[in-house]
């Protein structure tokens, strides 16, 4: 193996060579087209949020045509919010009125769309949120939606949470238990470091959840299931929010850590019809490579709306990424870290069996890219987008352009014209 990771409890193979998977946030919100945490940046009661669930009515809604959107894009897995902050459940559950199955809907919107996308060939994920801004029995802290309102606090002080921790671990149960294979469950999230103030409690973490039965339960009931870190008990993965970090994860021993950047399109995650701030094919290409040269997977965010549609903006860009995977997914899926330093404006991966490099070039330079300690370990390089043959020059020749210092450096001769993709690949052979 070119590159190893730190052992962890849940079965993580698939998942390391995946590396692409869509992300679904998904729920009454999306009426309102405005975020998914509208409920608690407008500050709103429930009555004044249940316009929204009055309203979802996803008429449209064809997970089939979803699950060969993210299939078309080279997504391998799905995750979709089970339920968000908002407690709204997407499932037909029999422990809450507060589910979709009684809002116009009128139907359980997650067991279709697991069956589609597992026919579609994808793995089937789900996001739980920990935090639940509906539930009766959920103890006020400075989360809450209704935390600025002095009245209700107080005529709010004598929750039961214990009840709040039962109804949780039954829906977790419930999805884990009625559904078939699940392979991947993303808990949302924990913030114990919030203070507590005044009436309010402080912020909520692993002891409130009870996370290690939580975590127990999941493990019992999927063996093998991937499950994230922000019940804030380590566990297969952590989870970097709409950033991409710097380098490789590693814990304190220098172990490679498993990692998944969660991205949006245009900063919300559910359905944002104003928000302007796109990102490109060519943005959204080059994080995902920057992701894999780094160790990490991708988990990109759709919001669909509330007629059930994923937007034209979305598709749009959805396919033109899958046209770049269709030709490069060679560099991605397999794919992680290499121990090469990449020449600049380039990203290395390298293949499990440590035979292959890729070389992303960022920006395509004139006629010569050069690649430090790389001269003697290369037999071959194509450009994956067409797999024709990239010149090695013979580096003696080349020496009097490289510094001394320099010269076990392998030099590609180039085209001047960039390829016809957003982000050019160039795979290299190793040498036995
Ligand atoms: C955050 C947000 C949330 C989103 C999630 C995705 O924790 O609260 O709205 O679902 O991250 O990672």
Partial sequence: MAFEYKDTPGDTEWFVHDRFGMFIHWGVYAAAGR??????????????????????????????????????????????????????????????????????????????????????????????????WTHPEYTLDRMHPRAADEEYVRANQDRDWSKYVEYLHGCVRELMSSLGKIHYIFFDYSYSSAPAEGLLGPGKGKADWHAEELIAMVRELQPGIVINDRTELPQDLVTPEQVQPAGPVRDQDGKLLIWEACQTFSGSWGYYRDQLDWKSPEMIVKMLVDGVAKGGNMLFNVGPTGRGEIEPRAVERLKAVGAWMQLNGRSIYGCGPSEFAPPGDGRFTQNAAGDRLYLHMFSWPFKHIYCPDLGDKVDYAQLLNDGSEIAISDAEKMHHRLPEHAKNTLVLEIPVQKPPVEVPVIELFLKE
């Avoid at 064809?62 to 894009?73: E, H, I, R, S, Y």
């Avoid at 559950?93 to 809907?105: E, F, G, I, R, S």
Wanted: aromatic share 16%.
């Fill in 35 to 132: 975020h998914e945490w509208v409920k608690k940046y407008e500050q709103m009661t429930d009555q004044q949020y249940q316009k929204y669930f009055d309203h979802f009515d996803p008429d449209l809604y064809d997970p089939t045509q979803w699950a060969k959107l993210a299939k078309a894009a080279g997504m391998k897995y799905f995750v979709i919010t089970t339920k968000h902050h908002d407690g709204c459940c997407l499932w037909d559950t029999a422990l809450t009125d507060w589910k979709v199955t009684n809002a116009p809907a009128g139907r359980d919107l997650i067991a279709p769309m697991v069956e589609a996308f597992r026919a579609e060939g994808l793995k089937v994920g789900f996001y739980h949120s920990l935090i639940d």
